[in-house]
């Protein structure tokens, strides 16, 4: 079945630091990715996405971009703020499947001022 | 995006009460979906709620335990029965904006514990 592997956590990085979270995946066909974050206290918010190969999705300086190759989709920003501190979940919604979500794992990031 | 209300958004639900969870879409969706997040864990889809059929159970989760309703197409309701510690989670209910599972958001969650 469609399955998500994400990078383990907890990432503690300080402020301004190059973020870099792992996602693979395993489906058939053609799916979709995302990433959603949950900032402490609160529900999921989808941050980026990507609808079919190659795609780049890019939101609040994060971006990721849908590799068919090597079934990936990592997620990275440039330059962090304590702001970022949150849950990040990658998943994958695959046609077929009527398009329900997996998840991975979660990967915990905080940011240090 | 869409915008989806849930209630309560928080519960402290006692031991063997069932509690009925409410998801408010503003828009109308085919697609609904009910998750559980259990402490720290990430997200299981407990089922899938179309309008005008019943609902499509995952594997490890029953009617019987959750019931779930869905009326029209922008309103579903989740109860989660005869509750047990073991309850206390994050439900969350999502839908699919543009029905072709590319525009999928979430509710704030519903956020019980059960004592």
Redesign the interface.
């Known amino acids: 079945g469609d399955s998500v592997t994400q990078m383990e956590g907890p990432v503690t990085l300080s402020e301004e630091a190059f973020l870099t979270i792992n996602c693979t995946y395993t489906a058939t066909g053609y799916p979709s990715l995302f990433w959603y974050v949950q900032y402490p206290g609160e529900g999921l918010q989808l941050l980026l996405k990507a609808t079919k190969a190659d795609d780049k999705g890019s939101n609040k300086g994060f971006e990721a971009t849908y590799r068919k190759e090597t079934t990936s989709f990592h997620l990275e920003k440039g330059s962090v703020q304590v702001s970022d501190s949150a849950v990040y979940f990658c998943a994958l919604s695959a046609p077929g499947y009527d398009y329900k979500l997996s998840f991975g794992a979660g990967t915990t990031v905080t940011v240090r001022a | 995006?869409a915008v989806i209300s849930q209630k309560p958004s928080r519960d402290i639900c006692q031991r063997g009460t069932s509690l009925t969870i409410q998801c408010q879409v503003d828009s109308q969706v085919t697609?609904m979906?009910w998750?559980r997040q259990q402490p720290g864990?990430?997200?299981?889809?407990i089922a899938?709620a179309n309008q005008g059929s019943e609902a499509?159970y995952e594997s490890g989760f029953v009617i019987d335990k959750f019931p779930i309703s869905r009326p029209n197409l922008t309103f579903s309701t989740l109860t989660v029965s005869n509750m047990s510690p073991e309850d206390s989670s994050?439900y969350?209910c999502?839908v699919?904006q543009g029905g072709?599972?590319?525009?999928?958001?979430?509710?704030?969650?519903s956020w019980l514990t059960v004592v």
Not at chain 2, 41 to 45: A, E, Y
Not at chain 2, 100 to 109: A, C, K, P, S, V
């Open positions: 995006s697609m979906f998750y864990q990430s997200l299981t889809l899938t499509t994050i969350l999502s699919d072709l599972g590319n525009t999928i958001y979430f509710g704030e969650g």
